[in-house]
């Protein structure tokens, strides 16, 4: 059971956000189509034909067609999207099959996310969410990292823990690697440092956060990792080319003109 054919036939059917009230557990049900889950707040858990899983922000995982789901266990508070389809299962070892779970790259991806949650609940064609779907099944299976290598393991330490690591001592103390091993295994694997993805990723939260939320800047650059305002400011003109203020003002505008 190794994944989803992406060269083989794939019709979206629904999608939607999903919040979870504190404590509360995964519905039981048999599935009625394939649903990929995409965590990126709190953590999922459910049993699927009696094996237990759990979801962590970062996590997906495709839940197949048929399949009996049960929710013994409450889960953490978990935000994630679901979409249900159809697709082709295959369990060979060939390219082009997105295997049933993996890792992403949540803060990247959560423009994609709120997206098609958007086209699902408003008057859109099928074809503009398939189009974004089929996006996100592009995004998760050119991302996914090999998790049983060294880049692997610290993308998804980072990925999971980025909020609290202060310094490359804290990568480095974790693994038990020199600093100029984690630097170049991981440049190699995704073309930057371990520092200037980690930044990337707390930039991208502080993006969402302005955009879904009415907090102060100020609250928004602690609650994204960044202890000195400074130093946020200066990594936000340089992604964006504008302030954060700035920014906020034009999504904004932008979100109001498109809905």
């Not at 237990?52 to 929710?71: A, K, M, N, V």
């Not at 994630?80 to 990247?108: P, Q, T």
């Amino acid at each position: 059971m190794r994944g989803i054919d992406l060269n083989g036939e794939i019709s979206y059917k629904t999608s939607s956000l999903r919040f979870f009230e504190k404590n509360e557990c995964h519905v039981t049900r048999t599935c009625p189509h394939d649903v990929l889950l995409l965590v990126y707040e709190g953590v999922l858990r459910f049993s699927e034909d009696g094996e237990e899983y759990e979801l962590h922000p970062g996590d997906y995982f495709i839940q197949r067609f048929r399949s009996d789901q049960t929710g013994e266990k409450p889960s953490d508070s978990p935000k994630y999207l679901y979409i249900h389809f159809f697709g082709e299962w295959s369990d060979e070892e060939k390219e082009g099959v997105l295997a049933r779970s993996g890792n992403f790259d949540y803060a990247a991806l959560l423009p994609l996310i709120y997206k098609i949650d958007r086209l699902a609940h408003g008057n859109y064609t099928y074809t503009e969410r398939m189009g974004v779907f089929f996006e996100i099944l592009s995004r998760l299976y050119r991302s996914t990292p090999d998790v049983d290598s060294a880049a692997g393991r610290i993308l998804k330490y980072i990925d999971k823990n980025y909020l609290e690591i202060d310094s490359l001592e804290d990568i480095c103390e974790h693994f038990h690697y020199s600093k100029n091993h984690v630097i170049n295994i991981f440049r190699q694997s995704q073309g930057m440092t371990p520092f200037e993805y980690i930044n990337d990723l707390k930039i991208r939260r502080a993006m969402y956060l302005l955009e879904v939320t009415s907090k102060s800047i100020d609250e928004i650059a602690l609650e994204s990792g960044f202890n000195h305002y400074s130093h946020f400011y200066r990594l936000f003109m340089r992604k964006n080319g504008a302030s954060p203020f700035e920014w906020r003002k034009k999504v904004r505008l932008n979100t109001r003109v498109t809905e």
